[in-house]
T-cell receptor, first 111, second 114 residues
């Protein structure tokens, strides 16, 4: 079983839709959770970071962590064509530990 | 402008021909790392460095070498490339523990080994 799993997509939604992106993980030792966005032919960039169960909001983006279910989500409200990218979840166990990336979900927002 | 610069962006080579991918950051970051990205497998760490002259293996170090002689540079060396090293490579840097300080990624190097 892979440590981190994501549905690869592609996911295609109309502009303005609410998007839900998800990751599951197998090791309860993961404590820190991040979402990276990667545009085509570019390196990933950090979108959000959280270390606790619950929700964290930043503009149109909400990160949700459920440690008991080993499940993390990223919600995008009022999706825009500029949100079209691959979204990678990333997890870390402790400080200075390596980050484990999920394989990414490809999202297309259609105008 | 704060950035991580990788060169070259695209590289086609043949099996066994030594190559180096350069990586430089202008943010005075202590932490630097190399990843490869393959479809369905995500980003996998090759090597990382916590500071000058300090390097350590990541998940997939076989067939790769790195060096950290200066803080800003972290080259990736393939002594004898093989076709299974065909991949998209990213260099990244950070000023501290990754969970507190975001990783800055370069634009990537697409390597094809024939």
């Amino acid at each position: 079983q892979k440590e981190v799993e994501q549905d690869p997509g592609p996911l295609s939604v109309p502009e303005g839709a609410i998007v839900s992106l998800n990751c599951t993980y197998s090791n309860s030792a993961f404590q820190y959770f991040m979402w990276y966005r990667q545009y085509s032919r570019k390196g990933p960039e950090l979108l959000m970071y959280t270390y606790s169960s619950g929700n964290k909001e930043d503009g149109r983006f909400t990160a949700q962590v459920d440690k008991s279910s080993k499940y993390i989500s990223l919600f995008i409200r009022d999706s825009q064509p500029s949100d079209s990218a691959t979204y990678l979840c990333a997890l870390e166990k402790t400080s200075y530990d390596k980050v484990i990336f999920g394989p990414g979900t490809s999202l297309s927002v259609i105008p | 402008e704060a950035q991580v610069t990788q060169n070259p962006r695209y590289l086609i080579t043949v099996t066994g021909k030594k190559l180096t991918v350069t990586c430089s950051q202008n943010m005075n970051h202590e932490y630097m790392s190399w990843y490869r990205q393959d479809p369905g497998l995500g980003l996998r760490q090759i090597y990382y460095s916590m500071n000058v002259e300090v390097t350590d293996k990541g998940d997939v170090p076989e067939g790769y070498k790195v060096s950290r002689k200066e803080k800003r540079n972290f080259p990736l060396i393939l002594e004898s490339p093989s076709p299974n090293q065909t991949s998209l490579y990213f260099c990244a840097s950070s000023s501290g523990p990754v969970r507190d300080e975001k990783l800055f990624f370069g634009s990537g190097t697409q390597l094809s080994v024939l």
